[in-house]
Nanobody, 118 residues
Framework: VQLQASGGGLVQAGGSLRLSCAAS????????LGWFRQASGRERELVAI????????SYADTGKDRFTISRDNAKNTVYLEMNTLKPEDTAVYYC????????????WGQGTQVTVSS
């Protein structure tokens, strides 16, 4: 199983980025997908989750109303659209996958760096 995250970069505060995560080696449509982030010196935290069909989403308070998670099951890809970025959004962003019946995130991508300058 491989999750390949991309789309990170350097952006000014107030700007936008769209992260992508392409999956292979798993039955994409039976997995919940999530985005997590880890800032330097801090623990990894959940950003957003999207259910199997894409109709069910949930967000951490930090990204609510600014971030949108979506998925394209035909392309085996999950996205995170981030708007109105803030310096405190600076972190390495990871995508992850788990089966519906599991509470543990079994598969992780390598991470993509997002840096927001003030």
């Amino acid at each position: 199983v491989q999750l390949q995250a991309s789309g990170g970069g350097l952006v000014q505060a107030g700007g936008s980025l769209r992260l992508s995560c392409a999956a292979s080696g798993l039955i994409f449509s039976v997995h919940d997908l999530g985005w997590f982030r880890q800032a330097s010196g801090r623990e990894r935290e959940l950003v957003a989750i999207v259910g199997r069909s894409g109709g069910s989403t949930s967000y951490a308070d930090t990204g609510k109303d600014r971030f949108t998670i979506s998925r394209d099951n035909a392309k085996n890809t999950v996205y995170l659209e981030m708007n109105t970025l803030k310096p405190e959004d600076t972190a390495v962003y990871y995508c992850a996958a788990k089966t519906v019946l599991s509470t543990a995130w079994a598969y992780w991508g390598q991470g993509t760096q997002v840096t927001v300058s003030s």
